[in-house]
């Protein structure tokens, strides 16, 4: 397993490096953040936002993205309120959830991969579809009085840990292990670092992004699910803004926005940092409206800090080994001009 | 010629990294002359022309406009010279109009700085009826024609009192009229004083034309001559004549059964009704001019390009069209022309590239551990002597030699039955060149049906079993090996009748 080990240097390392610097801060300054009520808090806290951070890895390390999880999660804990308000058993709502999630995650995947439409662009757009959907499913009512056995294990523990933590842990290897250990993992690395390359190689771009979003809405739904039994309430604007927190989370994490870059591992950092630092803020009291500027700032810093290591680290390669090697830039002779670009019109209108 | 030329290229010299595409050229060029440039594919004509367009520095000599060394640094410098190149296919701004096109960067101006858009119509008329066509100035540049296009930046160029006006290949996309038509203008700016250097693989074109020829060859000028004293089959000897050596080193191997076998491809627009056998122990090249469609139809055969119509038989079975994987199923490897884009993903790690083709094979319950991918891609680096510090590395660091080392050891892991190699040593160096057509004889021999894509004619020629020529879409010709030689493909590729 040194190819584990392996993994863990660089970005991942940083990362978890400065989750337990912040937490053994935390606990020192912070009342209160040290305690196993704190962390039991913690983990439902952070429960959705890794959840969907997993198929979310995915899908950015293919070099695409899904803004519309959050509005997703809302319009599944929406269908829950209005089913279970209808007098549908629990046992069949929830089902019926997951299916719904993972048919809004085709109608993502038909769009990007169907009609070739740019991911950002058409989750942004289904971000507000889902949404508006789920208020015209429930309104601005709010449904309760779920059932207390589903309630009570999901906020509940046993032997001092949360009982959502030993699903999250399974979702969490399964996810790890298709992404670092199997065919389809590295398929999804090579489409995110080159997709010709990966179509000449045989790798089925479209149909594994179409798949990984259908994984994703309905992770997105169980999500909404959760989220629903946890407050004991179903509403539409359940949810609204969490992309935001899971896209910092993924890139804090070390994913790089253009995708093949990127380590599971690295996100459950990146999404226990950010929910400790959330945590620990709002222990100190500090205003919903500040968090949200803490929460932006992360995402910025995400983005900046792993170019800023990459950039130093491959100037300071550059300087140890010179002279540079044949120039890999240099394309060989015979290449038609007509696709150098470098005389375009903008060049001349100077 | 006793006078100082317009445009005099001076010694120059232009190497890649370890690759030399120009090495010591000289001709000049006079005003009032067409004056062709010609050679091979890869003969270092577009280095040329990049050097003109101030795109590309030569590396030693110089260029001098009127006796004068020119510093030409930027493709600006180039335009404020007066040295104009016209592309292929020409980068105008689609949603600008033609006029705004012609102007740009030099708009005519009101007061306050607005644009004087009736002067810059007014202006582009006036080019135009100097070169004697009809385009609106007034018409977006979206859906012109190529051709129109090309007349757009030869009004652009006029505007601009450029006196050297370079065409690289400009007949390449147009018909017949449109061609006689550029031709027009092109004599009307001769006959204004212009000079003009016309690359073009057409022989027809060039000897009604021109004036004058320069030849290039492996990066050296060959000969400049008038058009008048040398002949369309002496032009060809000297692209090409030069005598295979070691560098082939073809077996004669007993051929098998048929193996591959394409039936009537078509793709509307890029090729139509090609047909070939390929049996086993068998090289053919597809040969032909660059944009003749070989490796469109080399990828539709793969199944990673689109396919109108056709069958492609491995084996007798039919394959699914569009299916990369089922072609690699089928036995089918690609190694394909763009080593860098579709070869390679340059960031990954040299392991990486070596084993994407076989994860699924090398996985076991599903799972990549225990070093399987390690081992494969040692094995196979280690059979094509590939150079490399760690499999770790990014193949980005590595040579182009080594880089299509680990292209073809991703490929042949894969124990193909089909071997298409699509310009297999296009970028590197002679002894790697040597190398791989080593491996692809041995291949061979050992009963691969090789499908070798390659625009170098001694390659092809030192190489294949038989030479079937594309030209712009069709198959033309399929040539034995005992009746192949530099002026049959070369005929064939560029329609020339046999005299």
């Known amino acids: ?350 | 010629m006793d006078q100082v030329p317009l445009l005099a290229v001076a010694s120059v010299a232009k190497s890649f990294g370890a690759v030399a595409a120009v090495r010591d050229v000289s001709f000049p060029l006079h005003a009032g002359e067409i004056h062709a440039l010609v050679g091979e594919n890869g003969a270092g004509k577009s280095t040329i022309v990049k050097m003109l367009a101030g795109v590309h520095r030569p590396d030693t000599g110089r260029i001098l406009l009127d006796g004068r060394p020119l510093e030409l640094a930027s493709p600006a410098d180039a335009i404020s010279e007066g040295i104009a190149v016209i592309y292929q296919e020409p980068t105008l701004f689609p949603d600008l109009s033609v006029a705004e096109n012609i102007v740009m960067g030099r708009q005519p101006r009101r007061s306050l700085g607005r644009v004087d858009h009736r002067a810059a119509s007014r202006l582009a008329a006036d080019l135009f009826v100097r070169l004697g066509v009809a385009i609106d100035p007034g018409r977006p540049a979206r859906g012109l024609s190529i051709a129109d296009q090309q007349i757009v930046e030869i009004a652009k160029a006029l505007s601009r009192e450029a006196r050297v006006i370079v065409m690289d290949e400009p007949t390449a996309a147009l018909s017949g009229v449109e061609v006689e038509r550029l031709f027009a203008v092109a004599r009307s700016l001769r006959d204004g004083g212009a000079a003009l250097l016309f690359i073009s693989h057409r022989f027809e074109e060039i000897t009604a034309l021109c004036d004058r020829v320069t030849i290039m060859r492996d990066g050296r000028h060959v000969s400049t001559d008038p058009l008048d004293a040398i002949g369309v089959d002496e032009i060809v000897r000297r692209m090409v004549g030069r005598p295979l050596d070691t560098l082939f080193p073809k077996r004669e191997v007993p051929v098998g059964d048929v193996v591959l076998e394409v039936e009537g491809l078509s793709r509307a627009g890029v090729f139509r009704d090609v047909s070939f056998q390929v049996r086993a122990g068998e090289i053919v090249a597809l040969a032909g001019l660059v944009g003749a469609g070989r490796s469109e139809v080399v990828q539709a055969v793969f199944g990673v390009d689109p396919r109108d119509g056709g069958t492609v038989r491995v084996g007798g079975t039919v394959l699914r069209a569009g299916s990369p994987r089922a072609a690699m199923a089928a036995g089918i490897a690609l190694v394909p022309e763009d080593r860098r884009q579709q070869g390679l993903v340059l960031e990954a790690s040299i392991e990486r590239n070596a084993t994407s083709t076989r994860w699924r094979s090398l996985a076991r319950f599903g799972l990549l551990v225990g070093g399987a991918e390690r081992r494969s891609a040692a094995e196979w680096t280690a059979r094509l002597q590939t150079k490399y510090a760690r499999l770790d590395d990014p193949v980005a660091r590595l040579s182009g030699g080594n880089q299509q080392k680990v292209v073809l050891a991703k490929w042949l892991s894969t124990a193909p039955r089909v071997l298409i190699v699509d310009e297999p040593t296009r970028g590197i160096d002679v002894g790697t060149k040597a190398e791989v057509h080593r491996l692809l004889s041995d291949l061979a021999t050992d009963g691969v049906a090789i499908v070798m894509v390659s625009s170098e004619l001694p390659e092809v020629l030192g190489m294949a079993d038989r030479v079937l020529v594309m030209r712009e879409g069709h198959l033309v010709a399929e040539i034995a090996r005992s009746d192949a030689n530099e002026e049959s493909v070369m005929r064939a590729a560029t329609g020339q009748v046999a005299a």
């Open chain 1, 1 to 350: 397993m040194s190819d584990l080990m392996k993994r863990f240097t660089g970005w991942d390392a940083a990362i978890l490096a400065v989750l337990v610097l912040f937490v053994i801060v935390a606990g020192l300054v912070v009342p209160d953040f040290a305690t196993g009520r704190n962390a039991s808090f913690m983990v439902l806290d952070l429960a959705p936002v890794l959840l969907i951070a997993l198929p979310m890895t995915l899908i950015i390390v293919t070099g695409e993205i899904d803004l519309s999880v959050a509005s997703t999660l809302g319009l599944s804990s929406a269908v829950m309120g209005a089913l279970w308000d209808g007098g549908m058993s629990i046992e069949v709502i929830i089902p019926i959830c997951l299916v719904l999630g993972a048919v809004l995650g085709a109608v993502n995947g038909l769009f990007i991969t169907g009609f070739g439409l740019p991911s950002l662009a058409v989750t942004i757009g289904t971000l507000a579809l889902y949404r508006g959907l789920a208020f015209v499913v429930l309104g601005d009512r709010a449904v309760a009085q779920f059932p207390g056995s589903y309630t009570e294990w999901v906020i509940g523990s046993s032997a001092g840990i949360p009982n959502l933590v030993w699903p999250l842990l399974v979702l969490l290897l399964v996810f790890g292990t298709v992404l670092h250990a199997t065919p389809l993992g590295r398929s999804l690395f090579t489409m995110g670092a080159g997709v010709d390359a990966a179509r000449f190689s045989g790798i089925r771009v479209a149909r594994t992004k179409f798949w990984l979003y259908v994984v994703c809405g309905a992770v997105a739904a169980l999500a909404g699910v959760l989220w629903t039994l946890r407050y004991s309430s179903a509403r539409a604007d359940n949810g609204t803004g969490l992309e935001l927190a899971v896209v910092a989370a993924v890139l804090l994490g070390g994913v790089s926005i253009f995708g093949g870059r990127g380590t599971l591992w690295g996100v459950l950092g990146g999404v226990m940092l950010l929910a400790a630092v959330q945590n620990a803020l709002r222990l100190a009291d500090v205003s919903n409206e500040a968090l949200q500027v803490v929460t932006g700032l992360l995402l910025i810093v995400s983005v900046l800090a792993p170019n800023a290591v990459g950039a130093i680290r491959s100037a300071v390669a550059r300087r140890r080994r010179r002279p540079p090697p044949p120039a890999p830039a240099a394309p060989p002779e015979p290449l038609p001009v007509s696709s150098d670009p470098s005389p375009s019109p903008a060049v001349r209108s100077s």
